[in-house]
């Protein structure tokens, strides 16, 4: 029950609009607007259209739906909403499928699994570095962008991914990304259904994307099936690393069963989605910030040339303790995660107050991220702020790759991916902010930066070449 000194409700978030309620804020500037609300209260009402949603600003409370009351939460209507382009996957499964599915999909993600991967994250991030120039201008968000989804189909589809579903990928992708999170915010659910070029750019987007994913499953089964001829990574057995072939070999412990294409299918899109935007949205906003922050770029690559001499390996990454804690900053402060919804499956408590059954809790990571309660001058870049010494944060307060049952499954790939890429680029090049360039956070299915346009400078001293001498 709420406590005395609580009104009945919540407090709604100023701003509110006839019919859509908050929603052209959320569409205009997510992430400015829900940090505003941790002045009002530890839950505040929002609404996406005329029902109201209720903002978790407080980590406490957030780690009681993601961890401790799981249970009696589900997955919110954006997932709902997400389903027709992602299928049932881990990112909108649920219950006993989401439990199985990430049983099965597991292995695939072993630290001893993803260390097969580093030769070829290590590869593409060098060859993506040699391809620039002294003084070139790059957009950085591009770039990243572009290496990331090279990194997700080389180490998904290492063996089975031609140059023509290679093409159709990279095309469809972005269009299907812009287009769900389009659909997550329109709070009537009318305007997807309107025959719009743009609703017909995406249907046409998401219908390619299917085909090469199929062609790919297709080809995988063919490739398992006369394996003995083909190529790409293996392990010291001689089973092949990509994760398609580790998924085509996985099988349910109780029943033995396979995955069905269709669940291949949305296992994979689900993969490549989740792989390819985080990936490069936290890659590039850690390269805006060594670009404004040059003594701390100078301490990682000082690191990066003492310990990280090409060729890249597992055993090299470990020993980069700083350019962990830089990638864990960057996490931090500019987290490019998007928003989280779960719905309530039974009557619940929060805060001191109640909701019934069906309500639903909207929190952002990057605005738990800045709260000055449990991260002191929460903007300032500081690496040093995850030395050991220094005292833990609360549960709930640093979630960038979620928590509970539903933790990110791709959490070490994507970590040793950035840094990894961290090692290939900042070793050889600084990228200066190009001075009168306005970069600012754009919200799609998650958070990067746009018009982040920088500076390729050589290094004078890169990685393996340290002079003699102290």
């Not at 980590?59 to 919110?76: I, N």
């Not at 991030?125 to 090279?150: K, N």
């Not at 995955?259 to 989740?274: G, N, P």
């Not at 991260?375 to 870049?381: A, E, G």
Request: aromatic share 6%.
């Amino acid at each position: 029950m709420p406590t005395a000194s609580r009104p009945p409700a919540p407090p709604v978030a100023p701003g509110r609009l006839p019919l859509i309620g908050h929603a052209l804020e959320l569409w205009r500037r997510p992430l400015e607007f829900l940090g505003g609300l941790t002045a009002y209260d530890r839950i505040v009402a929002a609404h996406l259209g005329p029902k109201p949603s209720y903002v978790l600003t407080s980590p406490e409370l957030v780690h009681r739906v993601l961890v401790t009351d799981a249970a009696s939460f589900a997955k919110g209507r954006s997932f709902d909403k997400l389903r027709p382009y992602l299928g049932n996957g881990l990112a909108t499964s649920q219950g006993p499928l989401h439990l199985r599915q990430r049983r099965l999909m597991q292995p695939a993600f072993h630290h001893r699994q993803i260390a097969h991967h580093v030769d070829t994250m290590a590869r593409l991030a060098t060859e993506r570095a040699d391809s620039w120039r002294p003084g070139q201008v790059v957009d950085v968000t591009r770039q990243m962008l572009e290496l990331s989804l090279s990194v997700v189909t080389s180490t998904l589809f290492s063996t089975s991914l031609d140059a023509s579903a290679a093409a159709e990928i990279r095309h469809a992708l972005p269009i299907v990304l812009r287009g769900m999170y389009t659909r997550v915010l329109d709070p009537t659910d009318l305007w997807h259904r309107l025959p719009t070029p743009g609703n017909r750019r995406l249907a046409d987007a998401h219908a390619r994307l299917r085909r090469a994913i199929d062609h790919l499953i297709h080809t995988g089964r063919a490739g398992r099936a006369g394996s003995a001829g083909s190529t790409g990574g293996t392990d010291g057995t001689g089973e092949r690393t990509d994760l398609l072939s580790m998924l085509l070999r996985a099988r349910d412990a109780d029943s033995g069963a396979a995955m069905s294409d269709r669940q291949l299918h949305d296992e994979l899109i689900t993969l490549l989605v989740a792989g390819t935007e985080t990936a490069a949205g936290g890659l590039a906003w850690l390269f805006h910030e060594l670009g404004r922050h040059p003594l701390v770029d100078q301490r990682l690559h000082r690191e990066l040339r003492d310990h990280a001499a090409l060729p890249l390996s597992p055993e090299r990454l470990a020993g980069l303790e700083y350019t962990r804690r830089v990638v864990d900053e960057a996490l931090r402060v500019r987290n490019p995660g998007g928003i989280t919804i779960r719905r309530a499956t039974t009557d619940v408590e929060l805060g001191g107050y109640r909701f019934p059954r069906g309500t639903e809790f909207i929190f952002s990571a990057l605005v738990l991220h800045r709260n000055p309660r449990y991260f002191p001058h929460p903007l300032r870049f500081d690496p040093d702020r995850w030395l050991p010494d220094r005292p833990p944060v609360p549960r709930g307060a640093f979630v960038p790759f979620g928590a509970g049952s539903h933790l990110c499954i791709g959490e070490s790939f994507a970590r040793t991916e950035m840094t990894t890429v961290v090692a290939a680029v900042a070793g050889r090049w600084r990228l200066a902010p190009v001075p009168g360039a306005r970069v600012r956070g754009v919200m799609t299915s998650t958070n990067r930066p746009e018009n982040l346009l920088m500076t390729v400078e050589p290094r004078t001293d890169p990685p393996g070449n340290r002079p003699p001498g102290p």
